[in-house]
């Protein structure tokens, strides 16, 4: 076996054109690398005599909740996706359907080879290691998928964003955040729990509607400066006078909920504050993203987004049972709410760090390839003939409704993780949730957009694309 070429860097820097808005590509590159990072020394793992325990450093250090605020800022990623699919939807000579699926073919490619890869190894792993062990670690293994689905329903919904900010800039921004504060109240000052899985959505749409005032200069200089700090104070309101908690990633001890799962207002304000601050630094971030280690860089992690997305969390649930089976655990102390970080714990970190990243590199660097290749069946091109009227909105219709089906399914299995896989049933609001009932509702969706996005090739061009699936896409085709 042949290890396949590495991701061709060089030549898509190369082939940047001179007018393209850099910007862009260094917010998703720099949002990617701050997950990535933050997931792999912020996690606190200690083994009991029955398995591992997790915490986290928020648990522990309160200055951490106040420094999530610096760190949360995933939600640059959409507000760049937001301003990037509006371009992609304005300049498109492509029925919806059709362009809906080639944003969701290169999306979900990646999902469907770590899914075949991940759900049966996950199952083999959950018979043959005790349960203590597997539950927890695997339970990690799709929590990231969140990301995907609702990403792929923020891209269905493109026209709307699109047509709202035609209407008026505003429009989009103010009518969504009235619903989160809407869903918000239901949630917590009426208690409806299960309604605050709107936010999956609402939230990450509002993020990916600044996208378009980013785009169009209206959060420039002082109006976005204005934008950060408005939003900024309304947090500091909310977290002093209401129930809402200071961390911007996860539930701290002694909270009631967190701010991320489901995204509450005061995500959705940061998200606000996060576009305003990019807009006030957007000169700055432009002369940046145009020196030439700082571009190679941002354009390395963005060929691989996806490939290094998924697969930075099992390469960390790996490491971590492999060090407990070298006796290499970093130390921890036990405190009433479980492992704490112990004598030079934080050493410890770097030097694990330092080797995590090294096998997330050599990974990626095996499995970039199904990102911007082609997947056998799955990938056909985008249909580019438009059928009559009352056909086409029939197909947007399928197009729109397999993305929500993608959606759902994803953020099910992101709740239910892969342990004991087949078998397992969770329980969420009363209702059974499996990973298979999941990976069955992802599979519906994608097949109903590629049946109504995708072009019916003819045997000789499906011949011509499995001969392709062995060669890359380059970047520039993507």
């Known amino acids: ?45 200690g083994w009991d005599d029955e398995g591992p325990v997790i915490t986290t450093a928020l648990d522990f250090y309160p200055w951490t909740s106040w420094a999530t605020w610096l760190l949360q800022i995933m939600p640059l990623f959409f507000v760049a996706g937001g301003a990037a699919n509006a371009r992609s939807w304005r300049t498109s000579d492509l029925p919806y359907a059709g362009w809906l699926w080639r944003r969701v073919a290169r999306l979900m490619r990646p999902v469907w080879v770590y899914l075949l890869v991940m759900a049966p190894l996950s199952g083999l792993v959950s018979v043959v290691a005790p349960t203590a062990w597997s539950e927890p670690l695997l339970g990690l293994a799709t929590q990231l998928l969140w990301f995907v689905g609702v990403y792929v329903v923020v891209c269905a919904l493109t026209p ?19 619903a989160v504060v809407v869903v918000d109240w239901l ?30 200069g209206l959060l420039a200089a002082w109006r976005g400066l204005g934008t950060a700090l408005t ?6 309101a909310l977290i002093a006078l209401g129930p809402y908690p200071i961390s911007m990633v996860g539930g701290s001890p002694g909270e009631r909920f967190s701010n991320m799962a489901p995204p509450s207002l005061v995500l959705t304000l940061h998200a606000l504050a996060l576009a305003g601050l990019a807009g006030a630094a957007r000169p700055a971030l432009a002369r940046l993203a145009r020196r030439p280690r700082v571009w190679w860089a941002a354009t390395a992690v963005n060929l691989t987004a996806m490939t290094l997305y998924l697969w930075h969390l099992p390469v960390l649930i790996t490491l971590v049972a492999a060090t407990h089976l070298l006796g290499l655990d970093r130390p921890v102390t036990w405190t009433a709410d479980g492992p704490a970080p112990g004598p030079g714990y934080w050493w410890w970190t770097l030097a694990f760090l330092a080797v995590d990243l090294a096998c997330v590199v050599a990974v990626v660097r095996v499995l970039w390839v199904v990102e911007v290749g082609r997947l056998p069946w799955w990938d056909v091109p985008a249909r580019v003939d438009r059928r009559a009227p009352e056909r086409e909105r029939g197909a947007s219709a ?17 709740a239910t993780g892969l342990s004991g896989f ?57």
């Open 1 to 45: 076996m042949r290890l396949p070429p590495p991701p061709p860097v060089a030549r898509a820097v190369a082939a940047t054109p001179a007018d393209r808005d850099r910007v862009l590509d260094l917010l998703r590159a720099g949002a990617l690398a701050v997950v990535v990072l933050g997931h792999s020394s912020m996690g606190v793992i």
């Open 160 to 178: 709307l964003t699109v047509r709202a900010h035609r209407v008026h800039p505003l429009l989009g921004p103010i009518a969504l955040l009235a």
């Open 231 to 236: 939003a900024m104070a309304l947090n500091l």
């Open 398 to 414: 399928c197009a729109g409704a397999g993305a929500g089906l993608i959606g759902v399914g994803t953020l099910m299995l992101a």
């Open 422 to 478: 087949p078998t397992r049933v969770t329980s969420f609001a009363g209702l059974p949730l499996s990973a298979p009932a999941a990976i069955t509702l992802m599979v519906l969706g994608g097949l109903l957009v590629r049946a109504v996005g995708g072009a019916r090739a003819s045997r000789g061009e499906r011949a011509a694309a499995q001969l392709r699936t062995a060669t890359p896409a380059s970047p520039e085709q993507e």
């Open 187 to 216: 949630r917590i000052g009426v208690g409806i729990a299960p309604i605050g899985l709107l936010t999956f959505v609402l939230t990450w749409a509002f993020a990916a509607q600044l996208g378009l005032l980013l785009d169009d």
